[in-house]
């Protein structure tokens, strides 16, 4: 998991979402697995693929640190998008 986590550090994201969905195919109960996923879609861009991953996470512990990666996401969409609630 530590190499993995140093390819989304590095920006090596598709490789890093690559890694981890083979990583789950074995270990699909890994909460930290769907966690890093989730951090991976979220730098790559995509907001709707990090939320799912990070619900996943929670849903398989819900002490996992993709609570508050959620909550954060959640915060700054919150904020980006209000105008969108208007039209």
Sequence with gaps: MEEIKNLIYAGQVDEAIQRLNAYIQENPD??????????AWR???????????Y?????RNPDSPAKN???MLMDIL??????????
């Design 69 to 71: 990666a959620y909550d």
């Design 30 to 39: 890994s909460d930290e697995a769907y966690y890093l996923l989730g951090n």
């Design 55 to 59: 619900l996943e996470a929670i849903h």
């Design 78 to 87: 919150d904020f980006y998008y209000k105008e969108m609630y208007n039209q």
């Design 43 to 53: 730098k790559k861009g995509d907001n709707r693929q990090a939320l799912n991953n």
